[in-house]
Nanobody, 115 residues
Framework: QVQLVESGGGLVQPGGSLRLSCVAS????????MGWYRQAPGKQREMVAR???????IYADSVKGRFTISTDNAKDTVYLQMNSLQPEDTAAYYC?????????WGKGTLVTVSS
């Protein structure tokens, strides 16, 4: 069974940067999209960034110009480069991959932005 494992979260000061990674434990086929979602305490999970197999990207308005999603398809890996982090970016970040009609979720990695 395919599992997604996120890494790269941590504590960072406002204005800092982090790079999240998500690796699939097994080889995935027919990937439709790869993306990052986040959930802050007391809030609903929201889409942060998503990229399709054709390379089309979409970002939440709140992260446009600060976050960049990228992939390494050979490794079934998706990255999220996060710059100019702000306290409101504090959340658990989850990787999501849609492949062959199945939605896979990682268990999340925590990002805390605080001085």
């Amino acid at each position: 069974q395919v599992q997604l494992v996120e890494s790269g979260g941590g504590l960072v000061q406002p204005g800092g940067s982090l790079r999240l990674s998500c690796v699939a434990s097994g080889r995935m086929h027919s990937i439709y999209s790869m993306g990052w979602y986040r959930q802050a305490p007391g809030k609903q999970r929201e889409m942060v960034a998503r990229i399709t197999s054709s390379g089309s990207t979409i970002y939440a308005d709140s992260v446009k110009g600060r976050f960049t999603i990228s992939t390494d398809n050979a490794k079934d890996t998706v990255y999220l480069q996060m710059n100019s982090l702000q306290p409101e970016d504090t959340a658990a970040y989850y990787c999501r991959i849609v492949a062959a009609g199945i939605i896979y979720w990682g268990k999340g990695t925590l990002v805390t932005v605080s001085s």
